[in-house]
């Protein structure tokens, strides 16, 4: 919330320069639970226990914002400004289309506003409750392949326990309200006294028409696409559909990353892992018991642990199957 933004071209440069350059925060949380029965004042009740809950950060593989690059006129990065048929917010409590607009039908003549027109359209409203919303996308995760394989890789080390493995991204939609006190009070403390208190429930309905949206404005950061490529072959032309990663496949990042996944899934690590080194190489049992890069792995290791305990847990080492539900 900066008042400056009420000014339609600091709105633009802002969007322009910052929010559609920066890419969003996707990441795999991998996290790994079992349930367990407890006796409380002589009755048993059913808790969840967390064993393990990994994040991986995935923004240092998405594209870099820009013209196509690749020499196919493709690119991992586009924006895309609504057009007078998407139907979105359009300055309104609603979504809606442009007036006399259905669908792919155009039957009206209403201007097609670019980014720029937008902003001016969003500082000109005279509405003092309104949100401008920069919406910023990463498709192109083979979100199954991931979670295929890490789930096989947990379950080598015989944990019996649940497993759930999801693509959340952080700052996907960033919102800039209009500087008004009832904005300021509602990304403040002070909106968790409506929670506590039920206000909510009166306020929330009223918010709702009261304030206008706006999301005409999408950016695109692709893990991966798809593009045609011409081949010459034997007796004429072949168009074949060709796979491009923006950084690195989703094999690939696994590959990397599977060692690191493995260790702090052993040592049932809470929190992001992201940073953690990734060229540690996973130890072989040799036949008098010892492993082989045995230095590396336990340096990976003994950090892992100290870290847990620093956080009031003690390091995990699993015996034949660990994290069953238990009753």
């Given at each position: 919330m900066d008042e400056r933004l009420d000014d339609p071209l600091n709105l633009f440069y802002y969007v322009q320069n910052y929010l559609q350059v920066v890419p969003p925060n996707p990441g795999v949380?991998?996290?790994?639970?079992?349930?367990?029965?407890?006796?409380?004042?002589?009755?048993?009740?059913?808790?969840?226990?967390?064993?393990?809950?990994?994040?991986?950060?995935?923004?240092?593989?998405?594209?870099?914002?820009?013209?196509?690059?690749?020499?196919?006129?493709?690119?991992?990065?586009?924006?895309?400004?609504?057009?007078?048929?998407?139907?979105?917010?359009?300055?309104?409590?609603r979504p809606t289309r442009a007036a006399g607009y259905q669908r792919s039908i155009e039957v009206g003549d209403a201007p097609q506003h670019d980014l720029e027109g937008w902003c001016r359209n969003y500082?000109?409203?005279?509405?003092?409750?309104?949100?401008?919303?920069?919406?910023?996308?990463?498709?192109?995760?083979?979100?199954?392949?991931?979670?295929?394989?890490?789930?096989?890789?947990?379950?080598?080390?015989?944990?019996?326990?649940?497993?759930?493995?999801?693509?959340?991204?952080?700052e996907k939609h960033v919102d800039l309200y209009s500087p008004h006190w009832i904005n300021r009070w509602r990304i403040s403390w002070i909106r968790f006294i409506f929670y506590f208190t039920f206000l909510w429930i009166i306020t929330w309905p009223i918010?709702?028409?009261?304030?206008?949206?706006?999301?005409?404005?999408?950016?695109?950061?692709?893990?991966?696409?798809?593009?045609?490529?011409?081949?010459?072959?034997?007796?004429?032309?072949?168009?074949?559909?060709v796979k491009r990663w923006a950084v690195i496949s989703e094999k690939t990042w696994f590959e990397k990353h599977k060692a690191l996944i493995r260790s702090l899934v052993l040592n049932k690590f809470q929190g992001d892992a992201t940073h953690m080194p990734t060229d540690v190489q996973v130890a072989e049992r040799s036949r008098d018991g010892r492993s082989a890069n045995m230095d590396a792995v336990n340096l990976l290791q003994h950090s892992v642990d100290a870290l847990n305990m620093l956080q009031g847990r003690a390091p995990r080492i699993p015996n034949e199957g660990w994290g069953a539900d238990s009753s």
């Open positions: 949380r991998i996290v790994g639970y079992h349930y367990q029965t407890v006796r409380r004042q002589n009755k048993k009740e059913t808790e969840r226990v967390t064993d393990f809950n990994i994040m991986l950060r995935l923004q240092a593989y998405l594209p870099k914002a820009g013209p196509p690059r690749d020499g196919q006129g493709k690119t991992g990065w586009d924006t895309h400004v609504a057009g007078n048929s998407d139907k979105v917010y359009r300055g309104s409590w500082c000109a409203s005279k509405s003092k409750l309104k949100i401008f919303r920069v919406t910023r996308n990463v498709p192109g995760i083979d979100q199954d392949f991931i979670r295929q394989h890490i789930e096989h890789l947990i379950r080598s080390t015989h944990y019996r326990g649940h497993i759930t493995i999801t693509f959340p991204i952080d918010l709702f028409f009261m304030t206008k949206y706006w999301t005409v404005y999408q950016v695109t950061f692709r893990f991966s696409w798809w593009y045609k490529q011409r081949q010459e072959v034997e007796g004429g032309t072949m168009i074949r559909d």
